[in-house]
């Protein structure tokens, strides 16, 4: 496996060597993922919340507390997913490193 990540690491300097596309295009690629990927994982805990709320209220006795346990679970998701996104955006602010291109509002799903 370290055989592996030294390959790719050394792989991936490859471009630059050749004068083919810089790292910057690379970090535009990941970039662009992770603008797709942080509202569809966002998404996913509130859907996995209301899947909790839905058990919580359509069951009895045992499977209530499952749901119950859910939802609980849900916010935690929530609340970390949203936390350490205003972490990085305020240390990003704080010492200038992200610049104009830092979010300024909350990713959203357009339907």
Do not use: C, H, R
Request: aromatic share 10%; proline share 5%.
């Amino acid at each position: 496996m370290k055989k592996y990540i030294v390959l790719s690491g050394v792989m991936s300097f490859l471009p630059s060597i050749a004068f083919a596309q810089d790292a910057f295009s690379l970090l535009a690629v990941v970039q662009s993922l992770m603008d797709i990927a942080v509202p569809l994982i966002i998404g996913a805990a509130v859907i996995f919340f209301l899947y909790g709320l839905m058990k919580y209220i359509m069951s009895v006795g045992e499977d209530k507390e499952t749901g119950k346990q859910i939802m609980i679970w849900g916010i935690i998701a929530l609340f970390v997913m949203v936390s350490v996104w205003g972490l990085v955006n305020v240390l990003s602010n704080t010492t200038g490193i992200g610049g104009a291109a830092a979010p300024t509002t909350i990713p959203t799903l357009i339907p």
